[in-house]
């Protein structure tokens, strides 16, 4: 489950939605909460919702200091 986490949060922080990935995180919170399947897509929509709508403006501030090695 983190893994699938840490991959569904680096593509929505860009604002990139995954149906494929969301559906699988969708399963696994269901069967380890319990809750129905339809229900933690609605959470979980509404959160990534929320985050995916920052996108822009979180990569335009992260591309006005770029990292030169």
């Known amino acids: ?3 699938l986490l840490v991959s569904l949060a680096d ?3 860009k604002g990139k939605r995954v149906q ?3 559906d699988l995180v969708v399963d696994r919170l269901a ?3 319990g809750a129905e399947r339809w229900e933690a897509y ?3 929509d ?3 919702g ?3 709508e920052g ?3 979180r990569l335009d501030f992260q591309a006005a200091f770029p990292v030169h090695g």
Request: net charge negative; aromatic share 4%.
């Open 20 to 22: 494929d990935l969301e």
């Open 55 to 57: 996108a822009d403006a």
């Open 50 to 52: 929320r985050i995916a």
């Open 31 to 33: 069967t380890q909460t």
């Open 46 to 48: 509404g959160v990534l």
């Open 11 to 13: 593509k929505v922080w």
């Open 1 to 3: 489950m983190e893994e």
């Open 42 to 44: 609605l959470e979980l």
